[in-house]
Each structure stands twice: as structure tokens, then as C-alpha cells.
């Protein structure tokens, strides 16, 4: 079909120019190679079928902001500066040259089946830039890449033989797309319409280059390039879902179908299948639900996940990324079976095998790794969920594991060897418990938690909340003997039935006292309070201490003075901080008593883990580093003199750090509690 007739004086150019009719095959081949590329995602999705079903298609809006924010904004990818601004101009600059390609082809048929043309005037222009601009993005942005990968590669990147044929066909199409567009303009424009040619700056610059190679060179020269662009588009496009680079097709899906729950809320198991199933948690790859086995899927191995993840710092068997490769391969390996039902190699199995227990009692539950992840994979479920199976069905407890969760059915609380009670700590302090409590129901219910009632330290801590609440007037009630563990640790290490009984046992005693809201120091309990119970029909207004604190001061009714000197240093709770959002109320009470904060390289939702978390305070693995030794050594880097915390966790944490780096004498260790009982103003009565 011969070009529509245009003026002269209009700018356009011929659609497929060079080329004729042999365009036809461009289409012929598309076809093929899209074949491919579907029979790649059909075969992925019926393995995804063999998980359990999940609703998650609820909060439409939310989810398709959730795809706006974390795909098209890209935010996580953006949180590191130069591996972001690589991203993003790869993203940006293939974005831009899939419409702009996707418009040619619009226009073809245009011409094809309407004998008319939008691509022309000054629209015609404007492409031109915007496709320019597409291509220039891609090649700066790959070439970054290369740098970053193989001249001064990030200590995280994996190399495989894959990459650098991801990367050297990127570069090759952006390359390759300047060349085509050089040569045409060298043989149709730069005599005859420069200012046209002036809109494809990049191309102008190659045809400038090429101009004194004749045209019959320059028309063979394109004929070749094109066809070698074209051919290997296609056929790289094909690959995709069959290598890593399917995270391009997946992500927006994982954005979409994100978990809605609180981030510090895991899935419960019906209370029902406790009565009739033979297994609980997930044993096998079909016990995953359908998203677990999407993440599989959209691993794109950056490796943020374990940049920082406490585990794989410390040398622990746990790496993220693995334990989603191991997964993934796992799933590809034994997933074709499952589907057609044929057997597969009982003697290989998922958890024990594939994934060795150790590998799963490393985590501490810290959630560093879902939070920085960019395709939004979620890693701690899957390991609660296997933890889950090695407990309630294998029964392959760890022995600490097993003494703690003995601890907390038959004493209450996870704690071996402690000498104290539940009512020890306020003996002298004239305390009403609820059930002695008369008259007008007390403002808040103060939970104490286990550690805040029964390890020495954060006893004190306890006992200087109660002074700060005190000393602002607060009406306060405290449960004594009748509190319990909320079951925190219990679910965290895979005792979904232990949590499920504590929690019933909580929330009936707190209904019997009319508790409508609560005050806890505890991250873990003031997680499970809020983001959990609800789950088991308790819903309750919870504030941690350092809120609760903050607010007293804000509003007035309590008063610091700005009398503490020196510089310190504040550690973020995880369960306080990335599980709740809970960062500046804390910074805010130190910057209040006076003290100068200065932040830690890891701070904030980039913060490292005490190395508590996931049942960890409670257990000592022997493989590498300690946690707490790591991150302690991360709080004296900042040549603070003090170090703040909010959880009784980090605080056994931090002593326990502090004394092995041999620094206790010199840096001294504070509650955020702490800090305001020895500023405040005390109250004088007239």
C-alpha cells in the first residue's frame, strides 16, 4: 500500500518507511511471539490456581492507588537514590517507547483502514520529542545500570548469565531505535527539513553522523537494523515471562491484590479447622493461597530484602530473596504435576527440604524485608505459615521454642526463671487493680505486659510510666494478677491455637472490666491489640506509652523542662515503627527533655531490628552474629552518649549489646519513659 498523500509542507513521515510490504510479516511474527508470551503467562497461571483461594478484590479504589503510588510512582524503588534514578529512567524511557511504537502501529492501521492519518502537524512533532526522549531515557538508564552491575557492581546484585542478556537487549533496542531513526532522517529529512529533523534531536545527531554514506548504503543500512530491532524485540518479549523480567508483568498485579489488613495483623486460622483439619499452616506448595504463589512469581532477585534483613547480617541461615527463589524454583519444578495430578517426589519436601527449619526460625519477624521490597512480595506470612506447620503438625520445635510456649500455657507468660509476679512491681506504689477499682471507671487501662511486669530492668521502666501517669493526673487502672500474655509470642512462633486461647482468655477479661481503652509500653502488645484482636472480635482504642506521653506533654498536662544534657540516639521499635507507623512521637519526647538526638546510619522504616522480634528474645540461635551486637555497634557509631528506646525488647536488647561491646559504663540506656520521670515538673498541691 503506497503512503497517503500528504502536503509537502506538513511534517509526518512514511510509516514504515523503507520497509513496504514485508510489514505485513512484522505482524505475522508479533503474532507468533505474542503467542509465546501468553502460553508463558497461562502456564504461571494455572500454577498460581493451585493455592488456596483469598479474596482480594475488596477496596477497589485502595488498590488501584496502591498500583498508582508503588508501580507508576515507584516509590519504593525510589527510596535509594542511584539504584532509583536508574529504575526510574528504564521504567520511564520503556514506557515511552512501548506508546510510542504502539501509536505507529495505530497509525498504520489508520491508514490502512480509514485512508486517513493523525500522525501528522505538529502532533507528529511532539512524538517525535516524546519518543526521543523515550529512547535517550532508556539508554542513559541502562547504561547506569551497567555501571552499577558490572564496573562497580552493589554488594547485593547476583550475576547470571540472564542479566546481561536483559541488559544487552535493552541497550540494543535503544541503540538500535536511534540508528533506525538516524538513518531515515539522513535519507528523507536533514536536506530537506531540518526543522522537522530538530525534533528528534538524538536521531538529527546520528543522521549528521551517517549523512556521508550515500543513500543507497544508508537505505541498506536501515533495512538491515530495522529487521534486526523488530526481530529481537519480539522474541525478547516472548522471554519475559519466562525469566526474571516477568516482574515487569506481575508487580502492578502484586500491587494490586497488596494485603489491605493492618501490616501488624498475620492470618488467622479459622477457629473451625482447628477441629477438623489433619494439617495446619502450609506443609506443601498448594497450602500457600494464590498470591503467596504470585509472589513467587514476581521476585525480580534485587536483593533490598536482605540488604539489612537482621538474619542475613548476622550470618543466619535466612536470606529473603532465597527463600522466595527457593520457593519459586520449588514451584516450577513440582507445580506441572500438581496441575495434571500426576506424583511428584514425596522424598523432596517443601519445609525440611527445600526450606530447612533453621531457615525459618532465623527470622525475626522484623518486616524489613516486605517494607523494602519494590514488588511488594510478603515474606513474613509465608514464614509464619511454615513455622505454623512445623509446630501444630511436624511438632519440630526448637527446644527453647518448645519452653517458652509451655511458659505461656501453663504460667501465663513466656518467661523461664523469672522470680517475680504480676503484682511485684507496684507492691509499694498504692495501685488499684481493676477488680478493686470504685466509683467513676479509670481513663485507661494500663496493660503492663509480661517483660514490664517481670524482668528486673524494665521494671523500672514500668514503675517510671506510673509516675509519669501520676504526676499528669491520669485515672489508671492496672489488670495485676489477672493479666496474662497476650499470645504475641505464641502466634510469631507458630502456635496459632496458644495465641487464639490467650487471646479469648484477654479479651473476656477485659470485657468483664468494660476496658474500652488501653495503654500498653509493650510494641508487641500494643500490636496485638490493635491490629489483631480485632481478628477475635475484640476492638479497643490502644495507645503505646510514647504517644500516650507525648500527648500529655502537647496538651499541657504534663510539663518537662528541657534539663537532660548530652547526645543520644533513638532505636525504632519495629513493632512500633514499620509494623505501626509509630516514628515520631518518641523523637518528639527526647527533643522535649532537652537531649540532642542524633539519628543512626539504619533509622525510622530503614531501621535494623534489636533482634527480639519473631520469638527471638525468648530464644539464642547459635549460628553468626548476634543481632543485638550488630545493631548496638550501630548506636555507638554515632558517638551518642545515650541510647532511647520505647519497647521492653530493644531495652534487654541494648543492655545485653551494650555491655558485650563493653560500653555500658560509658553510654547509658533510657526508655523514652525514663527520660520525661526525670524532667518532668512535679506537681506541688496548694
Known amino acids: ?37 501468553f502460553a508463558g503467562i497461562v502456564r504461571v497461571m494455572r500454577l498460581w490456581a493451585l493455592g488456596r483461594p483469598e479474596m482480594r478484590t475488596d477496596r477497589l479504589l485502595e488498590r488501584l492507588g496502591s498500583v498508582w503510588v508503588f508501580i507508576v510512582g515507584q516509590r519504593r524503588v525510589r527510596r535509594e537514590a542511584s539504584a532509583g534514578s536508574m529504575h526510574l529512567l528504564v521504567f520511564f524511557g520503556f514506557t515511552i517507547l512501548v506508546i510510542a511504537t504502539a501509536i505507529v502501529a495505530l497509525e498504520d492501521w489508520a491508514q490502512l483502514v480509514t485512508k486517513r492519518s493523525f500522525l501528522n502537524g505538529f502532533p507528529y512533532l511532539v512524538y517525535s520529542l516524546f519518543a526521543d526522549i523515550g529512547g535517550l531515557m532508556l539508554v542513559v538508564g541502562i547504561v547506569w545500570a551497567i555501571v552499577r552491575r558490572y564496573v562497580r557492581p552493589a554488594r547485593r546484585l547476583l550475576h547470571q548469565p540472564t542479566d546481561a542478556i536483559h541488559v544487552a537487549a535493552l541497550l540494543f533496542f535503544g541503540v538500535s531505535g536511534f540508528f533506525i531513526e538516524g538513518f531515515r532522517i539522513a535519507i528523507t529529512e536533514l536536506d530537506t527539513h531540518l526543522d522537522w529533523a530538530a525534533w528528534s534531536p538524538v536521531g538529527t545527531l546520528v543522521a549528521f553522523a551517517v549523512q556521508g554514506l550515500g543513500e543507497p548504503l544508508l537505505r541498506a543500512a536501515h533495512r538491515f537494523t530495522y529487521w534486526s530491532h523488530i526481530t529481537l524485540v519480539f522474541a525478547w518479549l516472548a522471554y519475559i515471562p519466562y525469566s526474571k523480567m516477568a516482574h515487569i508483568l506481575y508487580a502492578p498485579l502484586n500491587a494490586f491484590f497488596v494485603p489491605l489488613k493492618p501490616k501488624g495483623a498475620l492470618t488467622p486460622i479459622p477457629a473451625w479447622e482447628f477441629e477438623t483439619a489433619e494439617t495446619f499452616g502450609v506443609g506443601k ?137 504480676r503484682t511485684d512491681w507496684f507492691a509499694d506504689l498504692g495501685l488499684k487493680t481493676l477488680a478493686e477499682w470504685e466509683g467513676e471507671p479509670p481513663e485507661v487501662l494500663f496493660w503492663v505486659g509480661c517483660t514490664g511486669a517481670l524482668v528486673d530492668r524494665n521494671i523500672q521502666v ?225
Request: charged share 20%; hydrophobic share 40%.
Open 1 to 37: 500500500m503506497r503512503p497517503l498523500p500528504l502536503p509537502d509542507s506538513l511534517p509526518h513521515r512514511e510509516i514504515y518507511f523503507n520497509i513496504g510490504l514485508e510489514r505485513m510479516f512484522i505482524y505475522f511474527f508479533m503474532a507468533l511471539m505474542l503467542a509465546v508470551f
Open 285 to 421: 506448595l498448594e497450602e500457600f493461597n494464590w498470591k503467596d504463589l504470585l509472589d513467587l512469581s514476581t521476585c525480580m532477585e534485587c536483593g533490598r530484602c536482605e540488604e539489612w534483613c537482621p538474619a542475613s547480617v548476622s550470618e543466619k541461615p535466612l536470606s529473603p530473596r532465597r527463600l522466595i527463589t527457593s520457593l519459586r524454583d520449588y514451584m516450577l519444578e513440582v507445580g506441572p504435576a500438581l496441575v495434571t495430578h500426576q506424583p511428584i517426589d514425596v522424598e523432596k519436601r517443601m519445609v525440611g527440604d527445600i526450606i530447612l527449619d533453621d531457615v525459618l526460625w532465623s527470622c525475626t519477624t522484623c518486616r524489613y524485608c516486605q517494607e523494602t521490597c519494590p514488588v511488594m512480595i510478603e515474606h513474613v506470612d509465608k514464614i509464619i505459615d511454615m513455622r505454623r506447620y512445623l509446630v501444630l503438625t511436624e511438632a519440630r520445635i526448637p527446644e527453647a521454642v518448645q519452653t517458652t510456649l509451655a511458659n505461656i500455657e501453663r504460667r501465663g507468660h513466656p518467661w523461664r526463671g523469672t522470680q517475680h509476679t
Open 462 to 686: 514500668t514503675r517510671a510510666i506510673v509516675e509519669v501517669l501520676q504526676t499528669a493526673g491520669v485515672r489508671f487502672g492496672i489488670l495485676g494478677a489477672e493479666e496474662t500474655c497476650t499470645g504475641d509470642p505464641a502466634r510469631r512462633m507458630g502456635n496459632e491455637l496458644l495465641f487464639q486461647m490467650q487471646a479469648q482468655q484477654v479479651i473476656a477479661t477485659l470485657e468483664q472490666h468494660g476496658v474500652t481503652k488501653i495503654l500498653t509500653g509493650c510494641p508487641h502488645c500494643f500490636n496485638t491489640f490493635s491490629s489483631e484482636y480485632p481478628q477475635l472480635g475484640g476492638r479497643y482504642e490502644v495507645m503505646h506509652h510514647s504517644q500516650f506521653i507525648n500527648e500529655l506533654i502537647a496538651s499541657g498536662r504534663l510539663t518537662v523542662e528541657r534539663n537532660a544534657d548530652g547526645t543520644v540516639t533513638y532505636h525504632d521499635s519495629c513493632y512500633l515503627g514499620r509494623y505501626n507507623g509509630v516514628y515520631d512521637q518518641p523523637r518528639a519526647i527526647v527533643d522535649a527533655v532537652g537531649m540532642q538526638r542524633v539519628e543512626m546510619a539504619l533509622s525510622r522504616d530503614r531501621g535494623m531490628c534489636c533482634g527480639a522480634g519473631g520469638g527471638h528474645a525468648f530464644m539464642s540461635m547459635s549460628i553468626g552474629e548476634r543481632v543485638n551486637y550488630i545493631r548496638a555497634q550501630q548506636a555507638l557509631d554515632t558517638g551518642a552518649q545515650a541510647v532511647a528506646v520505647a519497647c521492653p525488647f530493644c531495652m534487654q536488647m541494648f543492655d545485653d549489646g551494650l555491655r558485650a561491646k563493653g560500653a555500658a559504663d560509658q553510654v547509658k540506656l533510657y526508655d523514652v519513659a525514663e527520660l520525661v520521670a526525670k524532667s518532668m515538673v512535679k506537681k506541688t498541691s496548694s
